[in-house]
């Protein structure tokens, strides 16, 4: 099985991915809701509000979501993975609205809503890119908004696949906008085994944007003599 695109190597061609693959044999492939996600949703008594699953790939987490009463937005980079995913949405008689959108030039109003699910998303951004995300995700909830975060940690052996995080990096693209609950040890489940390693983040949105540091006014000059 070769690696995902757009981690470790080039950026990859999700499209070519999702365009050329029966979605249920992609690594990342798991038809059950997560069993952090759905614990997290439990713990902060989560439900019914607006959720957006970002990089939604084959929809699995965006169905069961809409299954247990959330009013999902699902996006993804690739048309091919939104075209099967509505099919597979409208098969199984769920309504949920679906968006081809890029994260990192990513159409999506501000304030849009309460919580975020990241599956696997970050962890194929390059470092530089990264930041651009933050403001994003920040942008699109709502303030004290939720986001889920599910990486590679540093502790999965090898290169394959995406890039690992370490709890310590996550710390520090999000604490500034973010209040961070939690980053727990994981694995990632779906097709590979043993599952990854993997992280699971509880973000939550500070009110107010990160302040552009205030500009420091001239200096009136004297008029007296
Ligand atoms: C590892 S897959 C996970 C898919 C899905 N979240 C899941 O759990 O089954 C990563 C997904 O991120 C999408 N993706 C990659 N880069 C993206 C970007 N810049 N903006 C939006 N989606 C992106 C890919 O198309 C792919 O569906």
């Known amino acids: 099985m070769s690696g995902p695109p757009g ?39 989560l439900k019914g509000g607006r959720i957006l699953d970002l990089g939604t790939g084959p929809a699995t987490q965006a169905m ?28 199984a ?4 609205e679906f968006r081809v959108d890029n994260v990192l ?13 990241d599956r696997g998303v970050f962890h194929v951004l390059p470092k530089d890119k990264r ?48 209040e961070i609950l939690s980053i727990d040890e994981v694995v990632f489940q779906g097709n590979v085994a043993p599952p990854p390693k993997a992280l699971f983040a509880t973000f939550r949105r500070r009110d107010a944007s990160p302040k552009p540091r205030p500009q420091k006014r001239a200096r009136k000059r004297s008029t007296r003599s």
């Open 64 to 91: 069961n979501l809409a299954k247990r009463g959330f009013d999902v937005l699902a996006t993804d980079i690739s048309s091919s993975a939104i075209k099967k995913a509505k099919a597979a949405a409208k098969a």
């Open 131 to 178: 930041p651009i995300y933050v403001q994003t995700v920040h942008r699109v909830l709502r303030p004290n908004g939720w986001l889920f975060l599910k990486c590679f940690s540093i502790k999965e052996p090898g290169t394959w696949g995406p890039f690992r995080i370490a709890p310590s990096e996550l710390r520090g693209y999000f604490r500034e906008a973010f």
């Open 7 to 45: 981690a470790t190597g080039p950026p990859g061609d999700w499209e070519k991915v999702y365009a050329t693959s029966d979605v249920a044999t992609l690594p990342w492939y798991n038809p059950e809701l997560d069993s952090d996600i759905e614990q997290a949703l439990k713990t902060h008594r």
């Open 93 to 96: 008689g769920l309504s949920i």
């Open 105 to 117: 030039q990513s159409k999506l109003g501000p304030n849009l809503v309460d919580a975020i699910i």
